[in-house]
């Protein structure tokens, strides 16, 4: 089930969601839908990587040795 959700943009990000809707032809809500899954995305990898760095029982490998494990596998 989809929710809605209302907001302000500022004028000139609002600009820039009819552009891309325009050249795109596709909605704004669609644009603003896929921007915000893409930003999810990205953060919880962010989140991810950045718990992984401060821990420090996480063994940090290098590039060779993970192309290394990579090959054997």
Request: hydrophobic share 40%; charged share 40%; aromatic share 8%.
């Amino acid at each position: 089930m989809e929710k809605q959700l209302i907001f302000r943009l500022p004028d000139e990000l609002y600009q820039k969601v009819i552009a891309v809707s325009d050249e795109i032809q596709r909605p704004k809500s669609f644009i603003i839908r896929k921007a915000l899954e893409i930003y999810i995305n990205d953060y919880v990898d962010y989140q991810i990587a950045l718990d992984r760095l401060n821990d420090k029982d996480d063994k940090i490998i290098s590039s060779k040795e993970m192309r290394r494990r990579i090959a054997k596998d």
